[in-house]
């Protein structure tokens, strides 16, 4: 099976090299001609365009920061798509852009698979990313072993849009947890508590979770907001998630608290430091 890859940003590049490690090596493209040729570098092969791309693979991924972005490349490669071909994206994007997107390919004969990860560079790197993937099940399974490199758990969610659905979920989790972890730091702090006697405790209780354990250990201990996942990222998932919420009418308590902050953060111009730097919108000067 061929592979392409377009977009070779902080996960694009290390989805590149999964694929080139399990036999899969994609034809790379980016704007920026200096991460095609560090993916070469390790067995990748460089392609000239999004056209090259198309022509030169069967399953086709896009790692792409908006939603806009990855429709515009899709959409202009329609003219090379072709029956059989599976265009699969791993970004971060709205239901409805998904849904479009399939209609369209359908009309050339090619399959098109919504595929957001959750995990970071670190998850990419080791293979073991949490893939949540809307598609038809044929498209699926034919694109399985090209997912196995790069995933550590990999769930059919449904038809197209449901994996972008489960991944705005997510998305919205994520920053409640570490708006509530930020809150309960405040509160402890104020109150004489330590955060490190908090970690301590509430890691070990009802309590925990994945983001709290890392907010307060790699963020509120360090001080050090070196971005992993930058904040305007975050942001703009959030903002997917409350429109798509507000369309269905489910959107609630902690999910406008999660968008508010983030908001805040926003305007604070902590836009390009790791997304835990909402937490400084309730400690700094706390």
């Known amino acids: 099976m061929r592979t392409g890859l377009i977009g070779l940003g902080t996960m694009g590049s290390r989805f590149a090299r ?23 570098a390790v067995g990748g092969h460089a392609a000239t365009s999004v056209s090259d791309v198309v022509a030169r693979a069967d399953v086709i ?23 059989n071909h599976i265009f699969v994206d791993l970004s971060t994007i709205d239901p409805a852009t998904a849904r479009r997107l399939a209609e369209k390919l359908a009309e050339r004969g090619a399959a098109f698979l919504d595929a957001p990860v959750s995990g970071g560079p670190g998850g990419a790197e080791a293979g073991t990313l949490a893939v949540m993937v809307g598609g038809s099940a044929e498209a699926f399974a034919r694109a399985r072993p090209c997912f196995e490199t ?8 449904g038809s197209v849009g449901s994996g972008s659905v489960v991944k705005l979920a997510n998305q919205m989790l994520v920053g409640a947890h570490v708006v509530a972890a930020a809150e309960a730091v405040r509160f402890a702090r104020e109150s004489g508590i ?14 925990d979770s994945a983001m709290l354990r890392r907010t307060i250990k790699d963020y509120v201990l360090t001080d050090d907001f070196t971005p992993t996942f930058a904040l305007r990222l975050l942001m ?15 959107i609630g308590p902690a999910g406008k ?19 835990a730097a909402v937490i400084k919108t309730f400690l700094d000067g706390a």
């Open 257 to 275: 608290a999660a968008v508010a902050a983030y908001e805040e953060a926003m305007a604070r111009g902590l836009a390009g430091l790791d997304y």
């Open 194 to 207: 330590a955060p490190e006697t908090l970690l301590e405790v509430v890691s070990a209780a009802t309590g």
């Open 150 to 157: 790069f995933s550590g758990r990999l769930v059919h969610c």
């Open 18 to 40: 999964r694929l080139v490690g399990g036999g899969f090596p994609p034809a790379v493209f980016d704007i920026d001609r200096a991460t095609v040729e560090r993916v070469v």
């Open 61 to 83: 991924f896009t790692s792409l920061p908006m939603p806009g972005d990855v429709e515009s490349v899709v959409v202009s490669a329609l003219g090379d798509a072709r029956p």
């Open 236 to 250: 703009k998932d959030l903002r997917l998630y409350a429109a798509e919420s507000r369309s269905l009418g489910t």
